[in-house]
């Protein structure tokens, strides 16, 4: 070993045992806890300790919301006052405190918070969802939270008395809290109407909670027409109506509900017409056809409810028609149009004209009858040709003519 | 000699006051720029370091422009409000252009009547009052006023080489770039090169006696001998451009614009374009254009040399797309970018100190006595009053032009608007307003509330808005195509913006609306309609931010302010001594080269008046093609077209005008059959293109087929039209067409039907609403629901049903995956779907996945407008499951169903039918909404065709249209696995709501086609009400 290790070992254990004179052993002062509580109730807190001989004795806390440190008061027969925050003192739950100096930890202990007794707690509630359907299947939750002054929840298997009332019956159970609440599914009734639930938790009680009890799925109906009369002139109006449409408890359904009425008409297309219903009864309208038709009408709330099917059915209102020319073969005139007692049609019935040359569809063209007259005007500078085959449909007659020019 | 004081100047300053700052007030909110700047100008009124600004486009960085004009409005805010602060510095900018044209024309011409004149001829001159008055850009007028003002100092330090002047120039430059980052960078090619030339070239002269004597040679010697102050100022100046706005230069390179440039008016062919070229060149010029050759003749003297190549370049490149030369010169990229009108006010802010000089030679100087000697003191009268009265004409003229015709909407009352975003914490969601022009920005400056929108399109963030040229979605059918493909994305998916409100302030947009599935709210006491979309998440607390480092928000913040100061105690002195002449000033160096206004150049003297006489020519040419445009029923062509340009423009007396004036169909008359028509045809469209073709002629008698485009904000609609034309003493008319007769039932009627009001909150709180005052969201149920590509994209559709009891607003959003489970792309229903369903209502939808229309900014964009066009996502692999998620909310309006299928005919492919309203309300437009079923009766597509005309209250309506033919479409899976109703299950809702629902029902009543790739059809109707009541 040479001689410049020997020196550092020698400055090194120099410096360590010079350090070491540091970590001497000290003696702890005394101090006591005066009232040796673990547990209070939610409020002011206040922790008092004889411990006279504390240098600058500071309270170490540690609490779910996180930790802090408070300064000691010290009072007149030199023992000395920790006042706990009111944001600690004032929540539930568990408290860990230190008491220290500038250089030690002193004393710990622990205490818990316990929420403050009272006859009147706060009661918060929620009943969801604010609307059900009726029957057995569904139902609305209450869920009740009473708490304490401070917003802390009162400790399970508190009592709470529920009361729900629905229609003339007024019914109450009572539930326990459990994890800081009481809950209880309040079932739907059969009936449709509002449902009030209400709850108290010793001398306090909550506000109305309501849920509205809707009517079930609807179940089958039958239908049925009204109409001024029973020809097809495309002018009037026929209204389907449905029965008062239940439910399977014998509700009427909802407002609103749509109905959607299906005509198949003679020529198997499919026509609709739809409403909502108002008490239950859904009433459409639908034009009348401008043809001769029977139409067989059947009614549905799609996927949960259909009706019988009827038959309506239109008369003609026109056995026949005038055609003829005007103005040297260059307007053709269609008409006078009269309605089934032999009045003028009413204004707007349609005439559809096809031009055919030699067994050639040429053109078509369309209008709407004026005063029970439709005009239609074939300037010869258009329609060269010396013959043409005119044929004009309107209200489900079909006539033809034929232009001969010189 | 003891200095007096400039009358014109102060005559200038006075008269420049009174007339702007009275105009100013009128005029100024209804530009184009200004209430953008009022909105920046808030931002630091309220946020003086903190450049992010939360308010438009998500968030966007304010230092994407100079600013030294906002932080100004926003100090002189403080005082008397923004307003207070945009006139005040309006007047401010009117000051300093005036000063700045007369030192500029003083340092051009050393004469202070020539520049005195020049100073009065600016308060007037149509350049400025557009720039101020219409375009409204204040930065714009203050940087050149500025960079004019540091022209003498630059001008005296090349010449003299006095520190004091360069100390002058660079503080000056300094400011001007706080205040407009442009003007300084081209002032250097334009104004400054030129200017250095021009001190070279009297160095020169210095040397020679005579600026005649001066050649290369002796040029070149005193360049070399300014070299080095040539060089310190422009190393100085650069340094200060740079330092100065340091923050913008590093803005722009971290952000740099990759945006789709915006079709500006200046890039127009203005023979083409005649409003353009009335705005952006013949405005600008305004009575220049008469002086031109003078203009150019003087600026092409040897002393101004480097002035006249410079205006020559300008001129040049003002005319923007009219000859292709500007194109070549700036080349594709610069082109598109730059706005060229900011050449046409160089060149002609440039020629004020030669029109001054040419006004004083007139008035009182040597072509005065030229004229007078020549055609008498008659003709000077004459001319210098036809002179004058075509300037002041042309500042009338300009000054009133927004008021003859309007370029913003009318003025929209913001407090409405402020209040109803104040109440009921509508500020928690984003809004976005539709027609209110550059008002948005006022508004937002009202407002903390956010929208998506914007209009400082540099600062556009979402690729939504940056690859199209959309400036604003506020405005976005004035863009065609881009501007409703962007405002569709946003209307369709806003959830992913918070946007939840909408203001409209036109109805072209109001089909759009309903259609995307939202619903009107209210009217505001100031007319406007606040549109509603239920569903939409409320803004997070914590906005996303781009942060920059704080000397860049120091430097920000400081720096311009700073400037103003150096510069004013620097120049306060100059000021001082010159106006209140407490101290002789030794005269600038260049009052010593002053012209010589004795003899007036005789040629210039005939040139000017050829030229003037060809302007005259021009005009009545033009003139001439005006009246000749308007002879509308020379030809049976002419006359549909006039017929439709009417018709479009609802001016129905001229319309009317057109038709045959033996039909007897009055006025009255035809006014009551238009004004009975409704429908997205008549009240929201607007007409593209229009071909006529004749088809048949005779002597007086002929037959037209007009096929007509128009757009509309739902698609583009194609209707030929037929109609017989009649020749009456040599004009052509248009036969009336027949209308619809038809009379309805009932004169007076009854209707009962259920109504929905749903309170909303009903304790007045600024809490969140009550538990109790929530509602339950009504329950839906999937009934279908298919993964299918049909042709090469892909889409969801299927079919869904209200199953509670009350109506329901539906959102329904498909995600797509891979087999890895991989997402590859989401998007919400659109039209395809009814929105609103009552109790027990079905409806089939599809949901067609839309990407970000041209992302790739290579593709062309189409130019003319399709709002149906679609851009269907890029996917980066195959998608094989989807994923529903259906989300339904009470609904209280728009559920009107009384229409009903009257009449129904299927021919092939053809469908004809008739629709029938029997309620109380006018539907504008009908949509169809057409499924497909197979021979199975499983649904395999869902198409919708928009009615062109509404169905009145007990009327028909004849609809038809052609069946798709579904050649490509191929179905990948169907599948109710993963679809959610209300976040919950489908199956599990659905089994407990309905446990036995009657499945056959939806396939009972399906209408059969023969012969086409598919078996069965379903028609089902939704009804848009225009104006309910």
Redesign the interface.
């Known amino acids: 070993m040479n001689r410049k290790f020997i020196y550092i070992l020698i400055v090194g254990l120099a410096i360590g045992f010079s350090s070491f004179s540091n970590f001497y052993i000290e003696e702890l002062p005394e101090a006591k806890l005066l009232e040796k509580k673990t547990e209070y109730e939610a409020g002011s807190i206040v922790l008092k300790f004889k411990a006279s001989a504390l240098e600058n004795p500071q309270l170490f806390l540690h609490y779910s919301y996180g930790s802090t440190l408070i300064k000691a008061e010290r009072l007149n027969n030199n023992d000395i006052k920790f006042t706990i925050p009111e944001n600690i003192s004032t929540k539930t739950g568990q408290v860990d405190w230190k008491l220290i100096t500038t250089k030690k930890t002193i004393l710990k202990g622990t205490f818990k918070i316990t929420p403050k007794n009272t006859a009147y707690p706060y009661l918060e509630s929620y009943f969801g969802p604010t609307s059900i359907q009726a029957g057995d299947r569904d139902y609305s939750m209450l869920v009740v939270v009473p708490t304490d002054h401070y917003d802390n929840p009162l400790p399970d298997n508190t009592p709470i008395h529920i009361k729900k009332q629905f229609l003339q019956s007024i019914s109450e159970r009572e539930v326990f809290t459990e994890n800081l609440m009481g809950w209880k599914n309040i079932y739907t009734e059969k009936k449709a109407g509002l449902m009030a639930v209400m709850s108290t938790c010793f001398k306090s009680s909550s506000k109305e909670l309501v849920s509205q009890i809707f009517p079930s799925t609807a179940t089958d109906f039958t239908i049925n027409f009204n109409r001024n009369h029973a020809y097809a002139d495309g002018n009037q109006l026929t209204e389907f109506v449905t029965s008062e449409i239940k439910d399977e408890f014998d509700n009427t359904i909802a407002d609103g509900t749509t109905v959607e009425f299906v005509i198949k008409d003679q020529n198997n297309y499919y026509l609709k017409t739809a409403a909502a219903t108002i008490n239950g009864v859904a009433k459409a309208k639908m034009l009348h056809p401008d043809h001769p038709e029977t139409w067989k009408v059947k009614a549905y709330i799609i996927g949960m409810a259909e009706s019988d099917v009827i038959t309506v059915n239109y008369q003609s209102i026109l056995a026949d028609f005038e055609l003829k020319f005007i103005e040297n073969k260059e307007i053709l005139k269609v008409g006078l149009l009269k309605s089934y007692m032999g009045q003028v049609i009413p204004d707007g019935a349609r005439v559809n004209l096809s031009i055919y040359h030699e067994g050639n569809y040429i053109e078509s063209k369309k209008s709407t009858s004026n005063h029970g007259e439709v005009i239609f005007n074939l300037p010869s500078n258009f329609y060269p040709e010396k013959e043409y085959l005119l044929e004009v449909s309107t209200l489900g007659l079909t006539k033809s003519i034929e232009i001969k020019k010189q | 000699m003891k200095e007096k004081t400039n009358k014109y100047l102060i005559a200038a300053l006075i008269l420049g006051l009174v007339f702007h700052g009275s105009t100013i007030f009128f005029t100024i909110e209804n530009t184009y720029d200004a209430l953008i700047h009022l909105f920046f100008a808030e931002h630091y009124a309220n946020n003086w370091f903190e450049p992010w600004n939360y308010k438009w486009y998500t968030g966007f960085t304010v230092m994407g422009y100079p600013p030294l004009v906002h932080q100004a409005i926003g100090l002189f805010s403080l005082l008397g409000g923004l307003k207070f602060g945009l006139f005040t510095v309006g007047l401010i900018a009117v000051v300093l252009f005036i000063t700045g044209v007369y030192r500029f024309s003083l340092l051009m011409t050393a004469s202070k009547k020539a520049a005195g004149y020049a100073a009065l001829l600016a308060v007037f001159s149509s350049t400025f009052i557009e720039t101020l008055h219409i375009f409204g850009q204040l930065p714009s007028i203050i940087g050149i006023s500025l960079l004019m003002h540091s022209l003498p100092e630059i001008y005296l330090w090349i010449k003299t080489g006095k520190y004091k002047y360069l100390i002058r120039a660079i503080s000056l430059i300094s400011v001007t770039v706080t205040s407009h980052h442009v003007t300084p960078i081209f002032g250097m090619v334009f104004f400054i090169f030129p200017l250095i030339g021009m001190a070279i070239m009297d160095d020169a002269t210095d040397k020679v006696q005579d600026v005649k004597k001066v050649k290369l040679k002796i040029f070149i010697a005193s360049f070399f001998k300014l070299f080095k102050r040539i060089i310190v100022f422009g190393g100085l100046s650069l340094v200060s451009i740079v330092f100065c706005i340091l923050p913008y230069w590093i803005n722009t390179k971290k952000n740099p614009i990759t945006q789709v440039p915006i079709p500006h008016g200046s890039r127009d062919n203005f023979l083409e374009v005649t409003s353009s070229g009335l705005v952006f060149f013949l405005i600008p010029w305004g009575i220049l254009l008469f002086l031109l050759p003078y203009i150019f003749y003087r600026f092409y003297a040897k002393r101004y040399l480097f002035f006249g190549l410079s205006i020559t370049l300008l001129t040049i490149l003002g005319t923007g797309g009219t000859t292709p030369i500007p194109k070549l010169m700036l080349g594709d990229t610069a082109f598109n970018i730059l706005t060229l009108d900011r050449f046409t006010l160089w060149a002609s802010i440039m020629s004020l100190p030669i029109f001054g000089e040419f006004a004083y030679r007139f008035a009182e100087g040597d072509l005065r006595s030229l004229i007078q000697l020549k055609y008498g003191a008659i003709y000077h009268r004459v001319l210098g009053g036809f002179l004058v009265g075509l300037f002041l004409l042309m500042s009338v003229f300009t000054i009133t032009l927004s008021y003859f015709r309007p370029m913003q909407p009318q003025k929209i009352a913001t407090l409405p608007i402020t209040n109803f975003l104040n109440q009921d914490q509508h500020d928690h969601w984003r809004f976005l307003t539709l027609g209110f022009g550059d008002q948005m920005a006022w508004l937002s400056a009202q407002t903390n509330a956010l929208t998506v929108d914007g209009n400082y399109h540099s600062a556009r963030r979402l690729p939504e808005l940056t690859t199209r040229a959309v400036e604003r979605l506020e405005n976005s059918k004035f863009r065609g195509i881009e501007g409703i493909g962007s405002l569709q994305q946003f209307l369709s998916v806003p959830e992913k913006y918070n946007l939840k409100y909408i203001f409209s302030n036109d109805k072209f947009y109001d089909p759009l609306l309903y259609f995307c599935g939202w619903q009107r709210l209210q009217q505001l006491e100031n007319g406007i309609m606040v549109w509603e979309k239920l569903n939409v998440p409320p803004l997070s607390k914590i906005l996303p931010k781009e942060d920059v480092p704080t000397f860049l928000k120091l430097m920000w913040g400081i720096i311009p302010m700073l400037m103003v100061v150096i510069a004013f105690i620097i120049n306060l002195q100059v000021i001082w001594y010159q106006t209140l002449k407490t101290k002789v000033v030794s005269k600038p160096a260049f009052l010593k080269f002053t012209n010589s206004y004795h003899k007036f150049n005789k040629n210039i003297f005939r040139i000017s008046h050829l030229w003037a006489l060809i302007i005259l020519g021009f005009m009545a040419y033009g003139a001439y093609l005006f009246y000749v445009k308007n002879t509308t029923q020379l030809t049976g062509e002419n006359v549909v077209r006039s017929y439709y340009d009417a018709l479009d423009f609802k001016e129905f007396e001229r319309a009317h005008s057109y038709l045959n004036p033996k039909s007897d169909v009055s006025i009255a008359q035809y006014m009551l059959e238009v004004s009975v028509t409704d429908g997205i045809l008549s009240s929201y469209a607007k007409m593209d293109e229009i071909k006529v073709e004749i088809i048949?002629t005779?002597k007086h008698?002929a037959?037209a087929i007009a096929k007509t485009k128009w757009i509309t904000p739902l698609e583009k609609i194609e209707k030929t039209f037929t109609h017989?034309l009649i020749k009456i003493r040599g004009k052509w008319y248009i036969e009336p067409s027949?209308y619809?007769?038809?009379?309805p039932?009932?004169q007076l009627f009854s209707n009962?039907?259920?109504q929905?009001y749903n309170h909303g909150r009903r304790r007045i709180t600024t809490q969140e609403t009550y538990?109790?005052d929530?509602?339950?969201q009504p329950v839906l149920e999937i009934?279908s629901a298919k993964l299918v590509q049909n042709e090469d994209h892909y889409s969801i559709i299927g079919e869904l049903?209200n199953?509670?009891?009350?109506?329901a607003d539906v959102v329904i959003k498909a995600t797509l995956y891979n087999d890895n489970n991989e997402e590859l792309a989401n998007y919400n229903a659109k039209y395809m779907i009814k929105h609103k369903l009552?109790?027990?209502?079905?409806t089939s939808f599809r949901i067609d996945f839309e990407g970000v229309a041209w992302l790739d900014t290579n593709t062309s964009i189409p130019e003319t407008f399709n709002p149906d066009e679609f851009t269907p996502i890029e996917l980066k692999d195959i998608p094989t499951q989807f994923n529903l998620q259906t989300a339904g909310n009470v609904a209280t309006t728009d559920?009107y169903?009384?229409v009903?299928?009257?009449?129904?005919?299927?021919e092939k492919e053809n469908v004809e039918g008739?629709l029938?309203n029997?309620g109380i309300q006018e539907v504008t437009i009908p949509q169809l909404l057409i499924s497909y079923y197979d021979e199975n009766k499983e649904l395999i597509w869902v198409d919708s065709q928009f009615m062109q005309e509404g169905v009145r209250v007990?009327r028909?309506q004849d609809f038809n249209f052609k069946l798709k033919r579904l050649n490509c479409l191929y179905l990948i899976n169907s599948s109710l696995e993963n679809t959610f109703v209300n976040g919950l299950p489908n199956k599990d809702i659905a089994d407990?709501?309905?446990?036995?629902?009657?499945?056959t029902?939806?396939r009972?009543?399906?209408?059969?086609v023969e012969r086409l790739n598919f078996s069965f059809f379903k028609?089902e109707?939704n009804n848009y009400i225009g104006n309910p009541h």
């Open positions: 048949t005779a008698h037959k017989e027949s619809d007769r038809d009379i039932p009932d009962n039907s259920t929905f538990h109790e929530v509602l339950k009934l049903q199953i509670d009891n009350v109506p009552l109790p027990k209502e079905t559920l169903k009384q009903s299928l009257a009449s129904l005919k299927v008739t029938f029997y007990q028909k407990k709501v309905i446990p036995n629902r009657i499945e029902h939806q009972e009543n399906l209408q059969q028609i109707i």
